[in-house]
């Protein structure tokens, strides 16, 4: 069983509340991970699958509203924080990325944009926390993207970070 996708400062949600289209709405999570909608301020929603967001809505317009129906749907995401997967340095387009299940590094390397011409792929590294600590692994990017070694295209996991430093001339 897959588990529920969790909302992250930064998605966008569309809010529908049924037979209620002034309620409805769409909103930006906010870096606090909150949002604000008709009638309701500073609700949470970062951490929540949107079925439970939805719940919370429906509790906090009862007030307002006879028995409230509210569906929240994902529109954009971008998934909190410990569910991302950032690259940084010689990335032609440096970012954090939403992990997705069965996620690679060629994934990574797609969604980044590849490397610039002052990259060192073979000498990034992938940062993975664990057990409370920091381990770095070594990647063969250059391998993978130039020379078509699929044994280089390892699997990424939530909280990655992808380290490509420049090359030395």
Known sequence: MAANYLIGPGDELQIFVWRNPELSTSVKVRPDGKISIPLIED???????????ARDIE??????????????????????????????????????????QEMTVLDVLIEAGGLT???????????????????????????LLKDGDVSANVPMVPGDILIIPQSWF
């Open 59 to 100: 509790r906090a317009l009862k007030e307002y509203v006879r028995d409230p129906i509210v569906t929240v749907i994902v529109a954009d995401f971008v998934g909190p924080f410990n569910q991302q997967v950032r690259v940084v340095g010689e990335a032609a387009e440096p970012q954090a990325i939403p992990y997705r």
């Open 43 to 53: 609700l949470v929603s970062a951490g929540k699958p949107p079925t439970l967001l």
């Open 117 to 143: 011409e002052f990259a060192a792929g073979n000498r990034a590294v992938i940062v993975r926390r664990s057990e409370g600590r920091n381990d770095a692994y070594r990647v063969r990017l250059d391998d």
